[in-house]
């Protein structure tokens, strides 16, 4: 919205400002920063007072003895916070005159819908299952296949949308909607879940996810920017820029929601915002053709899902559990890891993976 104030540059020369990428995308991430972090306090009381209180978040999950208690008191679904704080920046910041930036805000809206129906149904109604499984990874998928499909009738994107490339590899892979429309939903889904997963312990996803997003909005600008494009060999797409803008609102968010949200949280962003989160990074992933490098960027994500995977499988296979407890930050947990330490360490985990996935760039 105020892109448009650069027309106004002949008036007064510093409104050109405006038309920098790099200038609004700061100032997105600023002005994400500043509403979720002055909002924070008053939305933690309202959801307070609403009886929004995570009661049960894990019950029939983990063991008994590793439910806090005192966390069960703290009041639930602050995504709506952190994912409308998001919203808001990316609309006053970003060029909506292009589709792209419209598919980003209408995919991470539909995701933050999903995960607010089910926080109310387990938050506001106490109906401690939600939604259930199926039919929340139904909805997950019918948005990603709708954004899929929508970034494929876009000029711009239909012949990228073409590839699969895979890091360290400067040629795709494959070629075909045949094995890249499958692999895009994928991405979406799986993102959208993992960050889900990691989202147990005070601060851990927000922490991860600004090293994530950091990574990809460096691509979206390189993507942007013809003589980077061209330099590191990776496909140019007229318009990605806009994409930073809504990575860096996203990352200026969860800043703002990680003053509230570090130990101890005076809230939790709830499915409301991890699944918003995840569907974000992963419509990123998809954008940029770069779904496989999630692998790597997100590889605290990567793990979170893995180790739930692995234990299932291995104890419906087998009868035997490889962890000692899922997620995997709760087999740290049980041996012995304090939350600060969990927290911290998987934080740098991300930032190690995040300058690995930047690395695969030039390393080709």
């Known amino acids: 919205m105020l892109y448009f104030l650069a027309e106004l540059r002949h008036l007064w020369g510093p409104l050109r400002l405006f038309e920098y990428i790099t200038f609004r995308a700061g100032a997105a991430a600023f002005t994400a920063f500043l509403i979720v972090a002055l909002l924070g306090s008053w939305t933690a009381r309202k959801l307070k007072q609403m009886n929004m209180q995570a009661a049960s978040r894990y019950e029939g999950i983990l063991p008994p003895e590793m439910i806090d208690k005192e966390k069960e ?36 809206l539909e995701f933050m819908i999903i995960g607010f129906c089910d926080d109310y149904k387990k938050v506001f109604l106490k109906q401690g299952g939600g939604i259930s499984g199926k039919a929340k990874l139904v909805a997950q998928t019918v948005v990603a296949v709708m954004t899929v499909f929508s970034l494929i009738y876009l000029p711009e994107c239909k012949k990228l949308m073409l590839d699969v490339n895979v890091p360290f590899m400067k040629e795709p892979l494959f070629h075909g909607y045949i094995w890249s429309v499958p692999l895009a939903v994928l991405a ?34 390189m993507m942007g920017h013809k003589f980077f494009a061209e330099y590191l060999n990776i496909p140019s797409l007229h318009g990605v820029g806009e994409a930073m803008v809504f990575g ?8 703002g929601f990680l003053w509230h949200n570090c130990k101890p949280a005076s809230m939790f962003m709830g499915d409301t915002g991890s699944l918003a989160l995840g569907g974000a990074l992963g419509t990123f992933a998809v954008v940029l053709r770069q779904e496989l490098l999630l692998i790597l960027a997100g590889g605290v994500f990567v793990m979170e899902a893995v180790s739930v995977v692995l234990q299932v499988g291995s104890f419906k296979l087998f009868n035997k559990r490889i962890f000692l407890c899922t997620p995997i930050h709760h087999h740290f947990e049980k041996k012995g890891w304090t939350e600060t330490q969990i927290v911290v360490r998987f934080w740098i985990l991300s930032g190690l993976f995040a300058l690995m996935a930047l690395a695969s760039l030039k390393l080709r």
């Open 248 to 255: 860096m609102a996203l990352i200026g968010g969860c800043i």
């Open 188 to 221: 979406v889904v799986s993102s959208c879940n993992a960050v889900n997963l990691t989202d147990g312990k005070d601060g851990l996803a927000s922490g991860c996810m600004i090293f994530c997003m950091l990574t990809y909005s460096a691509i979206a600008y």
């Open 73 to 108: 008191k703290t009041p639930c679904m602050g995504g709506l916070l952190l994912i409308g704080g998001v919203i808001i920046s990316a609309l006053l910041w970003m060029n909506l005159t292009g589709m792209l930036s419209w598919i980003f805000i209408i995919s991470t």
